[in-house]
């Protein structure tokens, strides 16, 4: 249910009918706007974004998409003319229409022969598929629609999102859904905005409409979308009468007797388990040294990285206990989180599962009594008086991490009395870092050559690895010869290697060799250049003055550069002064020195800056103006230069 209704203004727009006559009646004030109602400025409006949900059926979902949008300025056609309809694996688009209403009544059909089937997108080697059409003979002024069928095998509207708010200013938004006629009766949930309430309607649709929706803009480093903009969750429960505690007590209890069958350990697990921890003394060691064993020797068939074809994956037999995935060497995910419990277990731990929310989706909230928002499920140990948290199952987890977006969260641990709730762990900024190191040589005409080694560990080497994965090794090197040149214009690259990148817990390493012409720049008998070369040229993080939202950082990280810099024979420094530095309470550090060797021949230049210790991630916008003074100086501070003068003007 992720893939349903993306924030792209160029989605779900369209209809069910393909007929001419079934459009709707375009009223004369439509055509007579010629300035934006909703948000004064915008380049276009939506007149309305209508969308009609079919629950009714349990063998999938069908949309309907409709939506009128009038055109204000030359930006504003060239954003919304053209349109992508993402049709993802198990999704059909039909019946896609089109057409262009001129101010003085004429109208321009889209052409079926104006409609392809095109690759919209390609992200880690995922090719995303859909189709893709230009109105024709938009103009400013015009106004535009489209409308198409959707049709989702095997999809029910279950914990649907309903997105009232998009990326361009919206009259009116309805959705119209049919629920399922179940057990259970269908419930809403609003975000960002006040739930306007579902009017019945005929045929067993219900309605939900907002008006003068403003556009939602986004902003770098912000939290959540779904944190922010207006949306609303449908989905069908029991309509529960328990206060938020009695809730989660309730739920923890169920889990504990629900999962302890499956991570309860056998002979076999029992066996494996003593081979695993013989001559280990520390208990995280142990802890280690099985989830190493389950991420290493089991294979999960679920993950994206599995070689098997589908065909080979059903040959999988089910998996009924711990035994049966250690027997096999193979499981989906939660059946390698059950082993490493059962593993846990036999090793004289308690392990449980437990519950935790993804803050890279939202941010969890007890009172929301559904578990919709904390889905996640992590093996908890109890280590001396404090739970760690595991997760076997999840690729290039190095020793106690865990995905980012399930760090420092509330979790909820199953318990035969009542739920625990407890936060999970953490990485401080050393754990997350880029070490980057580089030995060169600077010629008097200002070309600067060498060796690179750039070493990545935790969130930002696992990052590293997944992006790797799918890229030959030519496509690795083109990559990275690509950003180079971005950043440094003429830079080739030579010799270049990666290490490591499939080691699920050694860090990310990559060589290269480098030559940037040009890098220094001579100014009569002077010559300068930027010793910071990982930082030169980089854009500044924040530019905008003012912000609409919170900033949020993902994790904390930190940097660490060593540059080793020969100088051209027949100069020396000019009396180098190094940047001071800066020094932030509770959440990071960045220092700078500038050195010589003894004989003066070279110059290390050392970097050093951490963000967000203590896991002080988010900062509101009344603190923008000074966090933006931070990051300000430090790249002002990378951007300093160091002189060289001729030897023989030194005398």
């Known amino acids: 249910m992720r893939y349903l209704l993306t924030s792209l203004c160029v989605l779900f727009i369209g209809s069910t009918r393909a007929a001419a006559d079934n459009w709707r009646p375009v009223d004369p004030s439509e055509r007579a706007q010629s300035t934006a109602k909703v948000e004064p400025g915008a380049d276009a409006e939506a007149i309305f974004w209508d969308i009609r949900i079919d629950d009714s059926d349990r063998g999938g979902l069908t949309l309907n998409h409709y939506v009128r949008i009038k055109i204000f300025t030359n930006l504003g056609r060239e954003k919304y003319a053209t349109v992508e309809i993402e049709e993802f694996p198990g999704h059909r688009i039909t019946d896609i229409a089109g057409r262009t209403l001129k101010p003085d009544g004429g109208i321009v059909e889209l052409k079926k022969d104006g409609?392809?089937?095109?690759?919209?997108?390609?992200?880690?080697?995922?090719?995303?598929?859909?189709?893709?059409?230009?109105?024709?003979?938009?103009?400013?002024?015009?106004?535009?629609?489209?409308?198409?069928?959707?049709?989702?095998?095997?999809?029910?509207?279950?914990?649907?999102?309903?997105?009232?708010?998009?990326?361009?200013?919206?009259?009116?938004?309805?959705?119209?859904?049919?629920?399922?006629?179940?057990?259970?009766?269908?419930?809403?949930?609003?975000?960002?905005?006040?739930?306007?309430?579902?009017?019945?309607?005929?045929?067993?649709?219900?309605?939900?409409?907002?008006?003068?929706?403003?556009?939602?803009?986004?902003?770098?480093?912000?939290?959540?979308?779904?944190?922010?903009?207006?949306?609303?969750?449908?989905y069908y429960q029991p309509f529960s009468k328990d206060d938020p505690d009695t809730f989660w007590k309730r739920i923890g209890r169920e889990d504990y007797q629900s999962y302890k069958p499956y991570i309860s350990p056998d002979s076999a697990v029992k066996r494996t388990a003593a081979e695993l921890v013989a001559g280990i003394d520390k208990p995280e060691d142990k802890l280690y040294a099985l989830d190493l064993f389950c991420r290493t020797k089991i294979e999960n068939i679920s993950a994206s990285s599995s070689q098997r074809t589908a065909a080979q994956k059903a040959a999988v037999k089910e998996n009924h206990s711990p035994g049966d995935t250690l027997k096999q060497k193979?499981?989906?995910?939660?059946?390698?989180?059950?082993l490493f419990a059962a593993?846990?277990?036999?090793?004289?731990?308690?392990?449980?599962?437990?519950?935790?929310?993804?803050?890279?989706?939202?941010?969890?909230?007890?009172?929301?009594?559904?578990?919709?928002?904390?889905?996640?499920?992590?093996?908890?140990?109890?280590?001396?008086?404090?739970?760690?948290?595991?997760?076997?199952?999840?690729?290039?987890?190095?020793?106690g991490m865990l995905r980012w977006q399930e760090e420092g969260q509330a979790a909820l641990v199953s318990d035969p009395k009542e739920g625990i709730w407890t936060h999970t762990q953490h990485l401080e900024p050393p754990r997350t870092a880029r070490q980057r190191r580089a030995n060169f040589k600077l010629l008097d005409d200002g070309t600067l050559e060498g060796s690179v080694q750039l070493t990545y560990t935790g969130h930002i080497g696992r990052e590293q690895k997944l992006d790797l994965e799918d890229k030959t090794a030519a496509q690795q090197e083109e990559?990275?010869?690509?950003?180079?040149?971005?950043?440094?214009?003429?830079?080739?690259?030579?010799?270049?290697?990666?290490?490591?990148?499939?080691?699920?817990?050694?860090?990310?390493?990559?060589?290269?060799?480098?030559?940037?012409?040009?890098?220094?720049?001579?100014t009569g008998k002077r010559l300068l250049f930027q010793p910071a070369f990982f930082e030169k040229n980089l854009p500044a993080r924040f530019t905008e003055s003012k912000r609409r939202w919170s900033v949020y950082f993902a994790y904390p990280w930190s940097e660490d550069d060593e540059v080793s810099i020969e100088l051209p024979e027949g100069w020396e420094l000019d009396q180098p002064i190094a940047p001071g530095g800066n020094s932030i309470p509770n959440m990071g550090e960045y220092k700078v020195a500038v050195g010589k060797t003894r004989d003066g021949r070279k110059i290390v230049y050392h970097r050093n800056f951490d963000w967000g210790r203590n896991l002080n991630l988010l900062q509101p916008v009344a603190a923008y103006p000074a966090l933006k003074q931070v990051f300000d100086s430090v790249q002002q501070q990378d951007n300093f230069t160091l002189t060289l003068k001729a030897a023989a003007d030194a005398h």
């Open 479 to 522: 990559e990275w010869k690509k950003s180079l040149q971005e950043r440094l214009g003429t830079a080739e690259i030579s010799s270049f290697s990666v290490e490591q990148a499939t080691d699920p817990m050694k860090p990310v390493v990559v060589k290269y060799n480098v030559t940037v012409p040009g890098y220094g720049m001579r």
């Open 115 to 234: 409609i392809f089937d095109r690759d919209l997108a390609k992200t880690r080697g995922a090719k995303v598929k859909g189709k893709a059409f230009t109105l024709p003979n938009v103009e400013v002024g015009d106004i535009i629609e489209y409308r198409y069928q959707e049709h989702r095998d095997n999809e029910a509207a279950e914990y649907m999102r309903l997105y009232f708010q998009r990326d361009l200013p919206i009259w009116q938004v309805t959705y119209h859904i049919k629920p399922f006629r179940g057990p259970y009766g269908m419930q809403g949930m609003a975000f960002g905005f006040k739930q306007p309430p579902f009017v019945k309607e005929r045929d067993g649709y219900y309605s939900s409409t907002a008006t003068n929706m403003p556009a939602f803009h986004e902003e770098p480093d912000m939290p959540p979308i779904d944190q922010l903009r207006a949306w609303q969750l449908i």
């Open 330 to 338: 193979a499981g989906r995910g939660m059946d390698i989180d059950f």
């Open 343 to 399: 593993l846990a277990n036999a090793a004289g731990f308690d392990a449980r599962i437990a519950l935790i929310p993804d803050r890279g989706d939202m941010f969890f909230d007890k009172s929301m009594t559904t578990l919709y928002f904390i889905s996640g499920r992590d093996v908890a140990v109890k280590v001396d008086d404090k739970w760690l948290f595991f997760d076997p199952a999840t690729r290039y987890l190095e020793n």
